[in-house]
């Protein structure tokens, strides 16, 4: 399950399969290594938030400088990181309810007359945020439950979505369904177009080839524009479910690309009628107008899935529809606090301009934080702790709104599951737990953060 990135998750994969040659080739120096005061990486207020920071299995090679940012925005305090005396400490105290976010960057090379750098290179190399430029980044939690939303609610938001849903309710679902070869035994699989408000539905359909009743998964998509992943539909049908994977786009799901511009996310994003997110979440719940009509459902068990902007997705659909879904697992859920940068925090995708105020108008009709308040079911949510895709003071404002109960994920070392996936694998792994769980009949019993 994975996420979403910017400014488009297409240009991040590069960056990613560039880093992960690389990577390959050989390993990043580590030439810092940091140990939180709180093993947790959450603290109270009034408390000290702080690293011990020691030499890594590299000896240090540059000077370091550190800058302490609340949310990522406000500068709290800078410095020169001094390890003369074999370790040394960052801290700051714990004011006030949020993300602290250190940013410790190579500027100079300890030894004179040993810069590396060329033209095709950057100078600096190793740090532990996935981009080998020696940039290191540790993160933290003050109160994060205690997080509050940074732009109100817009007052006409339920009337807004009431009026689409019952627009789109007034069309027909015409579902068209094409068989698909796959190799996985005991599944059949179908790709599926369905009528929507404004556009049409695709993605991959798959459920066991025997008769019965299943539990259904709708598993939404990360950004970018891309063939969705059939063997990893088929392979989930597999284990017992009906899952429908629904592609973010009007686009065929096996098509790399279709016609769909690569700057989508900025389509429209001036007025709610043009947004190119109101159809995509439109999509997303005329894939569950079709599931629900679907014989082989059993009738009671509906989880949404998905990685960044697949769990930006999946909780505008938990919030439009709470009466229909069973549980949500979403890792680094992206779009929270859209309006983050006109208060005080940094935000993320879709990075939508902050100095232009008919698009932060508009954005707040498709911010997580405001169809969280709707969401009934169970929800667990990865949380990077310096996550610059998916900032994690967002994902907080998020689930501090869901009324249901509520597993905060945190992984205190994980930037975006894309630079740094060895840090985040405990959310796919906590969400595969939970659907063994639901699967076989039992329950999602969120567990609380301590």
Not at 253 to 274: A, F, H, K, L
Not at 371 to 383: D, H, Q, W
Request: hydrophobic fraction near 40%; proline fraction near 8%.
């Amino acid at each position: 399950m994975s996420m979403t990135r910017s400014p488009s998750r297409i240009v991040l994969l590069v960056a990613l399969l560039s880093a992960s040659l690389s990577a390959q080739q050989a390993p990043i120096p580590q030439q810092l290594v940091f140990t939180p005061y709180h093993a947790s990486g959450i603290y109270d207020v009034g408390q000290t938030v702080g690293w011990t920071v020691t030499p890594g299995p590299t000896p240090p090679t540059y000077k370091f400088k550190w800058t302490i940012r609340r949310n990522n925005a406000v500068v709290l305090k800078e410095g020169l990181l001094d390890l003369s005396a074999g370790k040394a400490s960052i801290e700051v105290a714990a004011d006030q309810p949020s993300m602290i976010y250190v940013a410790v960057e190579a500027y100079d090379d300890l030894a004179p007359g040993t810069a590396t750098s060329t033209n095709d290179a950057p100078r600096f190399a190793g740090g532990n945020t996935g981009r080998n430029i020696g940039l290191y980044a540790v993160g933290a939690a003050v109160a994060p439950t205690k997080i509050s939303m940074s732009a109100p609610r817009p007052v006409d938001f339920d009337a807004f979505w009431a009026s689409k849903l019952a627009a789109q309710a007034t069309r027909p679902i015409n579902a068209v369904l094409t068989r698909v070869a796959t190799d996985v035994t005991g599944v059949e699989m179908h790709m599926f177009e369905l009528d929507a408000l404004g556009s049409k539905v695709h993605g991959y359909l798959a459920r066991p080839a025997r008769d019965g009743k299943f539990p259904a998964v709708i598993q939404l998509q990360y950004a970018g524009v891309y063939a969705l992943n059939a063997a990893a539909v088929a392979r989930r049908a597999a284990e017992g479910w009906l899952i429908l994977n629904v592609d973010s786009h009007d686009k065929l799901p096996s098509d790399p690309s279709g016609n769909v511009p690569r700057n989508y996310r900025e389509i429209g994003n001036t007025d709610r009628e043009t947004s190119y997110f109101l159809n995509m979440y439109l999509r997303d719940s005329r894939a569950l107008d079709y599931l629900l009509t679907r014989p082989d459902w059993d009738g009671k068990t509906i989880v949404v899935m998905g990685g960044s902007m697949g769990g930006q997705q999946s909780l505008a659909l938990a919030g439009l529809r709470p009466e229909r879904i069973s549980a949500v697992l979403v890792c680094v859920p992206a779009g929270a606090d859209t309006n983050g940068n006109l208060h005080g925090r940094r935000a993320g995708y879709p990075d939508w301009p902050s100095d232009n105020p008919e698009v932060m108008k508009t954005a707040l009709y498709f911010d997580p934080v405001n169809f969280a308040s709707r969401i009934t079911a169970p929800v667990l949510a990865g949380i990077g702790f310096i996550d610059t895709i998916s900032p994690p003071a967002g994902i907080w404002t998020m689930l501090n709104q869901i009324r249901g109960p509520v597993e905060a994920l945190p992984m205190i070392d994980s930037e975006h599951d894309n630079f740094t996936p060895d840090k985040s694998q405990v959310c796919p792994a906590r969400s595969n737990e939970i659907l063994d769980r639901v699967r076989q009949g039992g329950t999602f019993t969120p567990k609380t953060v301590k």
